[in-house]
T-cell receptor
């Protein structure tokens, strides 16, 4: 079993829909990251969370440390949101610990 | 302010050859981590460099080696290339004294081994 599990693997939505991507992890963490990867490969950091909730524009990320679960929400989705969204955790073992990645959720937003 | 720069962007090599990939970290960052991302998978940690030394290593064979220079830039070397080494290689930089600042990723080097 992977240490970081994401669901769904693939997601197709109509423009304007509210989208939720889930991430569950099985290790102790010092931080959780939500990342966006476009077809070219480059990764952009969206959020880094250690507790609670963060909001940036139409994106909202939440984390429940007790349940070892995080969600990424996109409100009023747009075709330009189409990308792979990746959850990654930094383990508690050393604050400079490497990131452990989920396999990603491929989101496609249709106009 | 330049982010993380990786070169080359694409590379084709033959089995058995050796390859060197390069990474320049974001200005102000002193730690460089390398990741391998196979098609359809999440990135896998290869190793991390800080103060010109390998500090942590993932589950990769000794064919994978690296270096960090005094200006914090880094190289990833892979010897005796296998077909299975074909992947996107990502570099991420960070500040060791400010883990809360997170990571900055490069656009990656896509390596194809034929």
């Amino acid at each position: 079993k992977n240490e970081v599990e994401q669901s769904p693997q693939n997601l197709t939505a109509q423009e304007g829909e509210f989208i939720t991507i889930n991430c569950s992890y099985s290790v102790g963490i010092s931080a959780l990251h939500w990342l966006q990867q476009h077809p070219g490969g480059g990764i952009v950091s969206l959020f880094m969370l250690s507790s609670g909730k963060k909001k940036h524009g139409r994106l909202i990320a939440t984390i429940n440390i007790q349940e070892k679960h995080s969600s990424l929400h996109i409100t009023a989705s747009h075709p330009r949101d189409s990308a792979v969204y990746i959850c990654a955790v930094r383990s508690e073992v050393g604050s400079q610990g490497n990131l452990i990645f989920g396999k990603g959720t491929k989101l496609s937003v249709k106009p | 302010d330049a982010g993380v720069t990786q070169s080359p962007t694409h590379l084709i090599k033959t089995r058995g050859q050796q390859v060197t990939l390069r990474c320049s970290p974001k200005s102000g960052h002193d730690t460089v981590s390398w990741y391998q991302q196979a098609l359809g998978q999440g990135p896998q940690f290869i190793f991390q460099y800080y103060e010109e030394e390998e500090r942590q290593r993932g589950n990769f064979p000794d064919r994978f080696s690296g270096h960090q220079f005094p200006n914090y830039s880094s190289e990833l070397n892979v010897n005796a290339l296998l077909l299975g080494d074909s992947a996107l290689y990502l570099c991420a930089s960070s500040r060791r004294d400010r883990p809360s600042y997170g990571y900055t990723f490069g656009s990656g080097t896509r390596l194809t081994v034929v």
